[in-house]
Each structure stands twice: as C-alpha cells, then as structure tokens.
C-alpha cells in the first residue's frame, strides 16, 4: 500500500551545526555576559547567530529586517540573561527570547482581520514526489506567504504552537489564527500543484 502523507504538516527540519563548546565554555560566557562583559556578548552572539538567524528567518524573509529582529532578540537576552538559571538547554531559552521578538515585529506589522474558519478537504502529496522538493525550494514557497499566515504557519507547523498559543502571541483570537492556517495551506497546495506534484488521496 502506498505511503501518503500530508505535505503540510511535513516537518522541515532545520540541520544545525552542533556546537564545539564544552558545556564549562558556555557556562563561562554565559556568567561573562551577567557580568556585562561585552566581549563574552559578542562571542555568545556568534556562537548561536546561524542556529538563530534560521529560526528569524523562517517568518522574515528581508535580510536587513531579520537582523534587526534577531539583534532586538539577542539585546532582550542580554537583558534577562540574569534569570537564566543552568536549569534547561540555554539555546533553548535563548530561541524562546529570539521567539518573542519576531512575534513583536509579525503583531506589529501585520494587519489582521477576523475571518470565518474555513474547512479544508486534506490533500496529499505522494511520498516519491515530496522529496524532489529540496529544503530551499520549500522555504521559499513558506516565505512567499503573507506576513501574518506564514507566521501562523510557521508556529503552527513547524514549532508546534497551538492555536490558542498562537492567538496569544500574536494578539489574534483562535479563529483568525485557523484561518491563516487554512488560507497558508490553501496557497502551498495551489504553489505545489503547478509543479505537478499534486497527487489526490
């Protein structure tokens, strides 16, 4: 029996260099960057830039834009890296805080409408023809979407928020989050089916 699977909630994982740091390294820049020490600030900053400038860019796509989100980030965790305990991965508290700036800017800069929830009939996309699909070329489609339905796509499918997650990030109710979900889904299938891609269940 052929596999099908849903094109639109295929994870599209990012590949990230893992970290030559040992865990004391980081402890040791992490304290300098409590202590204010500019050059621990700036080796942080280096050291997790690509890892975080990915995750800007999935839901910016002008360069200069998403660096001023991802600098605003970096200045936040500069600011609260004080409450940062050792308890947990510190990249992950640093993608939460990097998080919170880019969903300031999408609420800032995206117009939002409260729309009806529409239901989408699911479509498939074979397995085989998936694959032809390079990481680039999906990114692209993703970031071709509007400001605010990529947004909602991108932590709705990719980072796994809820709706009601979502609405309180953004400043939206549930239902205009579904909405820009549906409408983000609606236009993927629209872009993959005039690759020839399309395959119905």
């Known amino acids: 029996m052929e596999v099908l699977f849903n094109l639109f909630i295929l994870p599209i994982a990012l590949a990230y260099n893992t970290t030559s740091s040992q865990t004391s ?3 040791e820049l992490i304290n ?9 600030q700036e080796r942080l900053y ?12 999935r839901y910016i796509d002008d360069e200069m834009q998403a660096e001023e989100v991802l600098n605003n980030g970096y200045l936040r965790a500069f600011q609260k890296i004080g409450q940062y305990n050792f308890q ?16 300031d800017y999408v609420r800032s800069n995206a117009k939002y409408s409260n729309h009806v929830v529409l239901a989408e009939k699911e479509e498939y996309v074979h397995k085989d023809y998936a694959e032809r699909l390079y990481y ?3 990114l692209e489609m993703v970031q071709s979407l509007p400001i605010a339905t990529r947004a909602v796509f991108n932590m709705y499918v990719l980072d796994g928020y809820t709706h ?6 953004l400043g939206i109710s549930e ?3 579904k909405w820009h979900l549906s409408e983000g889904r609606k236009i993927l299938k629209e872009k993959i089916e005039k690759l ?6």
């Open 175 to 177: 239902g205009t989050s």
């Open 88 to 103: 947990g991965s510190f990249e992950g508290w640093l993608r939460r805080v990097v998080f919170h700036a880019v969903s």
């Open 136 to 138: 680039n070329e999906l």
């Open 25 to 27: 390294e980081l402890e």
């Open 164 to 169: 009601k997650d979502i609405g309180k990030a």
């Open 32 to 40: 300098g960057c409590k202590r204010n020490e500019r050059s621990s």
């Open 196 to 201: 020839g891609l399309h395959h119905k269940r």
């Open 46 to 57: 280096k050291l997790f830039y690509t890892r975080m400038m990915a995750l800007v860019r």
